[in-house]
Protein backbone atom coordinates (compact mmCIF):
# COMPACT_ATOMS: atom_id res chain seq x y z
CA UNK A 1 0.00 0.00 0.00
CA UNK A 2 1.08 3.60 -0.86
CA UNK A 3 0.83 6.75 0.99
CA UNK A 4 -1.64 7.88 -0.62
CA UNK A 5 -3.74 4.49 0.10
CA UNK A 6 -3.27 3.16 -3.51
CA UNK A 7 -2.71 -0.66 -3.63
CA UNK A 8 1.23 -1.84 -5.24
CA UNK A 9 1.08 -3.13 -8.49
CA UNK A 10 3.67 -5.59 -8.17
CA UNK A 11 6.37 -6.44 -5.80
CA UNK A 12 7.23 -4.03 -3.17
CA UNK A 13 11.08 -4.88 -3.10
CA UNK A 14 11.14 -3.59 -6.33
CA UNK A 15 8.62 -1.00 -7.05
CA UNK A 16 8.84 1.01 -4.52
CA UNK A 17 12.47 1.05 -5.12
CA UNK A 18 12.24 1.86 -8.87
CA UNK A 19 9.46 4.63 -7.22
CA UNK A 20 11.71 6.33 -5.54
CA UNK A 21 14.84 6.10 -8.17
CA UNK A 22 12.32 8.00 -10.93
CA UNK A 23 10.96 10.83 -8.46
CA UNK A 24 14.71 11.62 -7.83
CA UNK A 25 14.85 12.09 -12.15
CA UNK A 26 12.00 14.24 -11.84
CA UNK A 27 13.07 16.39 -9.16
CA UNK A 28 16.09 16.71 -10.69
CA UNK A 29 14.26 17.70 -14.17
CA UNK A 30 12.02 20.41 -11.70
CA UNK A 31 15.84 22.23 -10.63
CA UNK A 32 16.43 22.69 -14.72
CA UNK A 33 13.13 23.82 -15.35
CA UNK A 34 12.91 25.94 -12.19
CA UNK A 35 10.01 24.30 -11.33
CA UNK A 36 8.71 24.88 -7.44
CA UNK A 37 5.35 24.06 -5.52
CA UNK A 38 3.46 26.96 -4.30
CA UNK A 39 3.88 27.16 -0.37
CA UNK A 40 0.32 28.63 0.12
CA UNK A 41 -1.13 25.99 -2.65
CA UNK A 42 0.14 23.38 -0.62
CA UNK A 43 -0.41 24.30 2.78
CA UNK A 44 -3.77 24.74 1.95
CA UNK A 45 -4.00 21.26 0.00
CA UNK A 46 -2.29 19.96 3.67
CA UNK A 47 -5.54 21.50 5.60
CA UNK A 48 -8.03 19.91 3.65
CA UNK A 49 -6.47 16.80 4.07
CA UNK A 50 -6.32 16.83 7.88
CA UNK A 51 -10.06 18.45 7.84
CA UNK A 52 -10.83 14.87 5.83
CA UNK A 53 -9.11 12.66 8.70
CA UNK A 54 -10.86 14.72 11.41
CA UNK A 55 -14.05 14.63 9.56
CA UNK A 56 -13.90 10.85 8.96
CA UNK A 57 -12.27 10.04 11.87
CA UNK A 58 -14.56 12.14 14.60
CA UNK A 59 -11.73 14.13 16.62
CA UNK A 60 -8.04 15.84 15.87
CA UNK A 61 -7.11 13.28 18.63
CA UNK A 62 -8.42 10.37 16.89
CA UNK A 63 -6.38 11.52 14.06
CA UNK A 64 -3.06 11.28 15.87
CA UNK A 65 -3.78 7.68 17.16
CA UNK A 66 -4.69 6.77 13.75
CA UNK A 67 -1.36 7.94 12.17
CA UNK A 68 0.53 7.23 15.62
CA UNK A 69 2.07 10.97 15.52
CA UNK A 70 0.97 14.32 16.52
CA UNK A 71 -0.80 16.31 13.86
CA UNK A 72 2.47 18.87 13.59
CA UNK A 73 4.33 15.64 12.30
CA UNK A 74 1.50 14.55 9.98
CA UNK A 75 1.05 18.01 8.59
CA UNK A 76 5.15 18.55 8.20
CA UNK A 77 4.44 14.67 6.40
CA UNK A 78 1.80 15.72 4.21
CA UNK A 79 3.30 19.47 3.28
CA UNK A 80 6.30 16.72 1.89
CA UNK A 81 4.68 14.26 -0.07
CA UNK A 82 2.40 16.45 -1.45
CA UNK A 83 5.15 19.33 -2.56
CA UNK A 84 6.89 16.59 -4.15
CA UNK A 85 3.18 15.50 -6.25
CA UNK A 86 3.50 19.17 -7.41
CA UNK A 87 6.55 19.27 -8.41
CA UNK A 88 6.61 15.57 -10.31
CA UNK A 89 3.24 16.38 -11.86
CA UNK A 90 4.21 19.98 -13.06
CA UNK A 91 6.91 18.17 -15.06
CA UNK A 92 4.96 15.70 -16.37
CA UNK A 93 2.25 18.44 -17.42
CA UNK A 94 5.11 19.59 -19.62
CA UNK A 95 6.09 16.72 -21.17
CA UNK A 96 2.87 16.17 -22.39
CA UNK A 97 1.23 20.02 -22.84
CA UNK A 98 1.46 19.64 -26.65
CA UNK A 99 0.14 16.27 -26.93
CA UNK A 100 -2.95 16.46 -29.10
CA UNK A 101 -5.54 13.78 -30.04
CA UNK A 102 -6.95 13.24 -33.21
CA UNK A 103 -10.34 11.47 -34.02
CA UNK A 104 -7.90 9.21 -36.19
CA UNK A 105 -5.94 8.66 -33.58
CA UNK A 106 -8.98 7.58 -31.40
CA UNK A 107 -10.17 5.10 -33.78
CA UNK A 108 -6.65 3.82 -34.47
CA UNK A 109 -6.47 2.82 -30.26
CA UNK A 110 -9.65 1.48 -30.15
CA UNK A 111 -8.91 -0.96 -33.12
CA UNK A 112 -5.69 -1.70 -31.34
CA UNK A 113 -7.42 -2.72 -28.56
CA UNK A 114 -7.59 -6.27 -27.71
CA UNK A 115 -11.20 -7.42 -27.25
CA UNK A 116 -11.52 -8.26 -24.03
CA UNK A 117 -9.71 -4.69 -22.98
CA UNK A 118 -12.31 -2.84 -24.86
CA UNK A 119 -14.42 -1.26 -21.27
CA UNK A 120 -18.00 -2.39 -20.63
CA UNK A 121 -20.58 1.11 -19.87
CA UNK A 122 -23.03 0.52 -17.76
CA UNK A 123 -26.70 1.39 -18.45
CA UNK A 124 -26.65 5.08 -19.19
CA UNK A 125 -29.66 7.58 -18.71
CA UNK A 126 -29.98 11.39 -20.01
CA UNK A 127 -32.43 12.67 -18.18
CA UNK A 128 -34.03 16.56 -17.67
CA UNK A 129 -35.32 18.41 -15.12
CA UNK A 130 -37.75 21.13 -14.16
CA UNK A 131 -37.24 21.93 -10.68
CA UNK A 132 -38.53 24.92 -8.53
CA UNK A 133 -37.74 26.22 -4.76
CA UNK A 134 -40.86 26.53 -2.57
CA UNK A 135 -41.21 30.01 -1.66
CA UNK A 136 -39.95 30.94 1.62
CA UNK A 137 -42.45 33.22 3.83
CA UNK A 138 -40.41 36.35 4.71
CA UNK A 139 -41.30 36.00 8.81
CA UNK A 140 -38.64 32.69 8.23
CA UNK A 141 -36.01 34.68 6.78
CA UNK A 142 -36.46 37.20 9.67
CA UNK A 143 -36.19 35.18 12.07
CA UNK A 144 -32.92 33.59 10.76
CA UNK A 145 -31.07 37.12 10.36
CA UNK A 146 -32.62 38.01 13.75
CA UNK A 147 -30.48 34.46 15.17
CA UNK A 148 -27.61 35.45 12.93
CA UNK A 149 -27.43 39.37 14.49
CA UNK A 150 -27.84 37.73 18.21
CA UNK A 151 -24.91 35.49 17.18
CA UNK A 152 -22.57 38.13 16.12
CA UNK A 153 -23.18 40.70 18.44
CA UNK A 154 -22.09 38.06 21.34
CA UNK A 155 -18.94 37.21 19.90
CA UNK A 156 -18.29 40.87 19.12
CA UNK A 157 -19.51 41.61 22.89
CA UNK A 158 -16.95 38.83 23.83
CA UNK A 159 -19.78 36.99 25.66
CA UNK A 160 -19.42 33.67 23.64
CA UNK A 161 -16.90 32.05 21.17
CA UNK A 162 -17.34 31.52 17.48
CA UNK A 163 -16.66 28.12 17.08
CA UNK A 164 -18.49 27.57 20.20
CA UNK A 165 -21.59 28.99 18.52
CA UNK A 166 -20.60 27.37 15.03
CA UNK A 167 -20.76 23.95 17.17
CA UNK A 168 -23.98 24.24 18.36
CA UNK A 169 -25.85 26.02 15.79
CA UNK A 170 -24.25 25.65 11.85
CA UNK A 171 -26.24 24.08 9.55
CA UNK A 172 -23.00 23.63 7.41
CA UNK A 173 -20.75 20.05 7.28
CA UNK A 174 -18.26 22.38 8.84
CA UNK A 175 -19.93 22.70 12.22
CA UNK A 176 -17.76 19.66 13.86
CA UNK A 177 -14.71 21.92 13.34
CA UNK A 178 -16.19 25.41 14.68
CA UNK A 179 -16.93 26.42 11.47
CA UNK A 180 -13.54 26.73 10.57
CA UNK A 181 -13.24 26.21 6.62
CA UNK A 182 -9.29 26.01 6.01
CA UNK A 183 -7.51 27.94 3.75
CA UNK A 184 -9.26 28.91 0.25
CA UNK A 185 -8.67 30.77 -2.97
CA UNK A 186 -11.05 33.32 -3.95
CA UNK A 187 -12.15 31.18 -6.78
CA UNK A 188 -13.19 28.34 -4.48
CA UNK A 189 -16.30 30.28 -2.91
CA UNK A 190 -19.15 31.72 -4.59
CA UNK A 191 -18.58 35.28 -4.99
CA UNK A 192 -20.87 36.67 -2.63
CA UNK A 193 -19.32 34.44 0.53
CA UNK A 194 -15.59 35.56 -1.64
CA UNK A 195 -16.37 39.21 -1.44
CA UNK A 196 -16.98 39.33 2.37
CA UNK A 197 -14.37 36.73 3.23
CA UNK A 198 -11.09 38.47 1.95
CA UNK A 199 -12.17 41.66 2.90
CA UNK A 200 -11.85 40.68 6.71
CA UNK A 201 -9.02 42.17 8.16
CA UNK A 202 -9.83 41.95 11.97
CA UNK A 203 -10.25 38.24 13.76
CA UNK A 204 -11.95 39.64 16.73
CA UNK A 205 -14.97 40.94 14.71
CA UNK A 206 -17.67 39.10 12.80
CA UNK A 207 -18.99 39.86 9.37
CA UNK A 208 -22.37 41.15 7.79
CA UNK A 209 -24.96 38.86 7.09
CA UNK A 210 -23.52 37.10 3.80
CA UNK A 211 -26.58 35.77 1.79
CA UNK A 212 -25.79 32.85 -0.87
CA UNK A 213 -27.30 29.72 -2.61
CA UNK A 214 -26.63 28.20 0.33
CA UNK A 215 -28.33 29.92 3.20
CA UNK A 216 -27.52 32.75 5.24
CA UNK A 217 -23.90 33.38 6.62
CA UNK A 218 -22.19 35.25 9.31
CA UNK A 219 -18.05 35.02 8.81
CA UNK A 220 -14.99 35.21 11.21
CA UNK A 221 -11.59 35.79 9.99
CA UNK A 222 -8.68 33.14 11.47
CA UNK A 223 -5.84 33.75 8.73
CA UNK A 224 -4.53 35.40 5.59
CA UNK A 225 -1.81 33.85 3.98
CA UNK A 226 -0.79 35.35 0.45
CA UNK A 227 -3.50 34.80 -1.57
CA UNK A 228 -5.47 32.87 0.61
CA UNK A 229 -8.07 33.01 3.34
CA UNK A 230 -8.89 30.83 6.70
CA UNK A 231 -12.42 31.27 7.73
CA UNK A 232 -14.91 30.17 10.26
CA UNK A 233 -18.73 30.83 9.14
CA UNK A 234 -22.33 29.98 10.68
CA UNK A 235 -24.40 28.67 7.81
CA UNK A 236 -28.00 28.92 8.53
CA UNK A 237 -30.98 27.74 6.49
CA UNK A 238 -34.24 28.86 6.19
CA UNK A 239 -36.71 25.85 6.19
CA UNK A 240 -39.54 24.92 3.93
CA UNK A 241 -42.97 24.84 5.76
CA UNK A 242 -45.02 21.29 4.33
CA UNK A 243 -47.69 23.29 3.45
CA UNK A 244 -45.20 25.49 0.93
CA UNK A 245 -44.24 22.21 -0.66
CA UNK A 246 -47.55 21.06 -1.36
CA UNK A 247 -48.27 24.26 -3.23
CA UNK A 248 -44.87 23.60 -5.21
CA UNK A 249 -46.02 20.40 -5.81
CA UNK A 250 -49.69 21.26 -7.16
CA UNK A 251 -47.86 23.42 -9.21
CA UNK A 252 -45.93 21.39 -11.08
CA UNK A 253 -48.63 18.61 -11.21
CA UNK A 254 -50.68 21.43 -12.97
CA UNK A 255 -47.50 22.32 -15.34
CA UNK A 256 -46.52 18.74 -16.05
CA UNK A 257 -50.62 18.27 -18.01
CA UNK A 258 -49.79 20.68 -20.39
CA UNK A 259 -46.20 19.25 -21.27
CA UNK A 260 -47.40 16.83 -24.32
CA UNK A 261 -44.07 17.02 -26.58
CA UNK A 262 -40.40 17.58 -26.00
CA UNK A 263 -40.35 21.06 -26.84
CA UNK A 264 -42.92 21.91 -24.56
CA UNK A 265 -40.72 20.39 -21.52
CA UNK A 266 -37.62 21.93 -22.99
CA UNK A 267 -39.65 25.71 -23.12
CA UNK A 268 -40.53 25.24 -19.65
CA UNK A 269 -37.03 24.06 -18.29
CA UNK A 270 -36.23 27.97 -20.17
CA UNK A 271 -38.64 30.00 -18.50
CA UNK A 272 -39.94 28.29 -15.26
CA UNK A 273 -36.90 25.85 -13.75
CA UNK A 274 -34.64 26.97 -10.70
CA UNK A 275 -31.95 24.65 -12.06
CA UNK A 276 -29.10 26.78 -12.94
CA UNK A 277 -27.23 24.23 -14.21
CA UNK A 278 -29.70 22.61 -16.66
CA UNK A 279 -32.90 25.62 -17.29
CA UNK A 280 -30.78 26.93 -20.36
CA UNK A 281 -29.66 23.69 -22.06
CA UNK A 282 -33.32 22.67 -22.35
CA UNK A 283 -33.31 21.02 -18.78
CA UNK A 284 -30.80 18.38 -19.47
CA UNK A 285 -29.10 17.55 -16.56
CA UNK A 286 -25.11 17.81 -16.35
CA UNK A 287 -22.81 14.82 -14.63
CA UNK A 288 -20.71 16.95 -12.70
CA UNK A 289 -17.81 13.82 -12.62
CA UNK A 290 -17.97 13.71 -16.19
CA UNK A 291 -19.19 16.72 -18.11
CA UNK A 292 -21.33 14.41 -20.02
CA UNK A 293 -24.99 14.75 -20.20
CA UNK A 294 -24.84 11.08 -19.90
CA UNK A 295 -25.81 9.33 -16.19
CA UNK A 296 -24.84 5.94 -14.63
CA UNK A 297 -28.08 5.09 -12.58
CA UNK A 298 -25.76 5.65 -9.38
CA UNK A 299 -24.47 8.98 -10.33
CA UNK A 300 -27.89 10.34 -10.41
CA UNK A 301 -29.55 12.15 -7.57
CA UNK A 302 -31.55 9.33 -4.88
CA UNK A 303 -34.90 10.91 -5.65
CA UNK A 304 -34.36 11.10 -9.50
CA UNK A 305 -32.59 7.26 -9.49
CA UNK A 306 -35.70 5.92 -8.02
CA UNK A 307 -38.13 8.04 -10.32
CA UNK A 308 -36.30 6.97 -13.81
CA UNK A 309 -35.51 3.42 -13.25
CA UNK A 310 -39.13 2.50 -14.37
CA UNK A 311 -39.88 5.31 -16.59
CA UNK A 312 -39.61 4.71 -20.18
CA UNK A 313 -37.93 7.00 -22.95
CA UNK A 314 -39.98 10.24 -23.67
CA UNK A 315 -42.08 9.34 -20.28
CA UNK A 316 -42.47 12.66 -17.69
CA UNK A 317 -42.60 11.90 -13.40
CA UNK A 318 -44.86 12.68 -11.21
CA UNK A 319 -43.71 15.77 -9.01
CA UNK A 320 -41.51 15.18 -6.03
CA UNK A 321 -39.39 16.45 -3.44
CA UNK A 322 -35.45 15.87 -3.55
CA UNK A 323 -32.89 17.56 -1.87
CA UNK A 324 -30.75 20.29 -4.16
CA UNK A 325 -27.24 19.20 -4.35
CA UNK A 326 -25.37 21.94 -3.87
CA UNK A 327 -28.26 23.74 -1.63
CA UNK A 328 -29.49 20.96 0.34
CA UNK A 329 -32.62 22.93 0.68
CA UNK A 330 -35.46 20.87 -0.19
CA UNK A 331 -36.92 21.62 -3.72
CA UNK A 332 -39.80 20.03 -5.82
CA UNK A 333 -38.90 18.61 -9.02
CA UNK A 334 -40.08 16.58 -12.44
CA UNK A 335 -37.96 14.84 -14.56
CA UNK A 336 -38.12 13.12 -18.07
CA UNK A 337 -36.08 10.52 -19.41
CA UNK A 338 -34.71 11.89 -22.66
CA UNK A 339 -32.67 8.58 -23.38
CA UNK A 340 -31.71 5.21 -22.01
CA UNK A 341 -28.48 3.38 -23.47
CA UNK A 342 -28.32 -0.02 -22.61
CA UNK A 343 -25.20 -1.85 -20.91
CA UNK A 344 -22.54 -2.49 -23.97
CA UNK A 345 -19.17 -2.52 -24.69
CA UNK A 346 -17.82 0.80 -25.63
CA UNK A 347 -17.94 1.81 -29.49
CA UNK A 348 -16.61 4.89 -30.91
CA UNK A 349 -20.24 5.66 -31.94
CA UNK A 350 -21.77 5.68 -28.61
CA UNK A 351 -18.54 6.63 -26.03
CA UNK A 352 -16.08 8.60 -28.15
CA UNK A 353 -15.56 10.63 -25.45
CA UNK A 354 -14.42 8.30 -22.83
CA UNK A 355 -12.32 6.56 -25.43
CA UNK A 356 -10.49 9.88 -26.45
CA UNK A 357 -9.51 9.76 -22.80
CA UNK A 358 -8.54 6.24 -22.79
CA UNK A 359 -6.47 7.62 -25.82
CA UNK A 360 -4.71 10.43 -24.39
CA UNK A 361 -3.86 8.85 -20.69
CA UNK A 362 -2.08 6.42 -22.87
CA UNK A 363 -0.28 8.51 -25.67
CA UNK A 364 0.59 10.56 -22.52
CA UNK A 365 1.84 7.15 -20.82
CA UNK A 366 3.87 6.51 -23.85
CA UNK A 367 5.68 9.90 -23.98
CA UNK A 368 6.21 9.83 -19.78
CA UNK A 369 7.65 6.59 -20.70
CA UNK A 370 10.27 7.23 -23.04
CA UNK A 371 11.04 10.13 -20.94
CA UNK A 372 11.88 8.37 -18.15
CA UNK A 373 13.64 5.93 -20.50
CA UNK A 374 16.01 8.10 -22.26
CA UNK A 375 16.66 9.39 -19.11
CA UNK A 376 17.67 6.16 -16.95
CA UNK A 377 20.33 5.61 -20.32
CA UNK A 378 22.13 9.44 -19.59
CA UNK A 379 22.01 8.86 -15.65
CA UNK A 380 24.56 6.87 -13.66
CA UNK A 381 22.82 4.40 -12.26
CA UNK A 382 23.93 1.23 -9.67
CA UNK A 383 21.77 -1.37 -8.80
CA UNK A 384 22.55 -3.34 -5.19
CA UNK A 385 22.85 -7.13 -5.57
CA UNK A 386 19.17 -8.62 -5.28
CA UNK A 387 17.72 -5.64 -7.49
CA UNK A 388 19.00 -6.73 -10.65
CA UNK A 389 16.29 -9.73 -11.19
CA UNK A 390 13.68 -7.32 -10.67
CA UNK A 391 11.52 -6.85 -13.53
CA UNK A 392 11.24 -3.06 -13.52
CA UNK A 393 8.50 -0.74 -14.95
CA UNK A 394 10.87 1.18 -16.93
CA UNK A 395 13.99 -0.58 -18.89
CA UNK A 396 17.89 0.42 -18.68
CA UNK A 397 18.02 0.32 -14.70
CA UNK A 398 20.36 -2.70 -15.37
CA UNK A 399 23.44 -2.12 -17.38
Avoid at 23 to 48: F, G, M, N, S, W
Avoid at 100 to 105: E, L
Avoid at 287 to 315: C, I, W, Y
Avoid at 322 to 329: A, E, L, T
Wanted: include cysteine; aromatic fraction near 8%.
Amino acid sequence: MKQDGTPIDGDPYCVIPEELAVQKLYLHQAKLDTIEAPETQVAAQVDRRIKFFEDNLGSREKVEEYFHKPIASLRAQLIEMMRTQYIIEQVQSNLTKDLKVTPNDVRKYYEQLPEDSIPFVPMQVEVQIISINPVIPQQEIDDVKARLRDYADRVNRGDAEFSTLAIMYSEDGSAMQGGELGFHNRADFVPEFSNVAFSLNDPKKVSRIVETEYGYHIIQLIEKRGDQVNVRHILLRPHVSSKDLTEAVTRLDSLRSHLTTPAHFEEAARLISQDKDSRNNKGIMVNQQTGSSRFEMKDLPPEVANHVENMAVGDISEPFIMKDVKSNRDVVAIVRLKERVEGHKATLSDDYNMLKQMATEHASDQIIRAWVEKKIASTYVRIEDGWNECDFKYKGWVK
